[in-house]
């Protein structure tokens, strides 16, 4: 595995950890997953396991789509739902050390 294909797996990791932090909150994570609840129908949920997920089932079904800015593309990671299904994502921000900076919804 390469340096950058490290830190990619580190970032995912620390992104995904501080997006399930954020799962409760009233944040962008807390209004990604309300607005995918009730937007997408039960068929959709039931191809990834359950008619009705919890938060967290949809927080765990997160994929990372991409990474983007800076010189090696790392400065940001946007996560969404498999299938192509919204245009929506969570995006991490990550600050000069690699450490979360930030959490937001985007289109």
Known sequence: MS???????????AAKAAIQNAIDDESSVGLFVSHHLSELEAAYWMKHGTPKPTRQQVIDLLVLRSHWGGDAELDHFDFTLPDDVTDYVISVRFDDTGEVEGLEMES
């Open 3 to 13: 340096k950058q294909q490290d830190e990619i797996a580190k970032r995912t990791k």
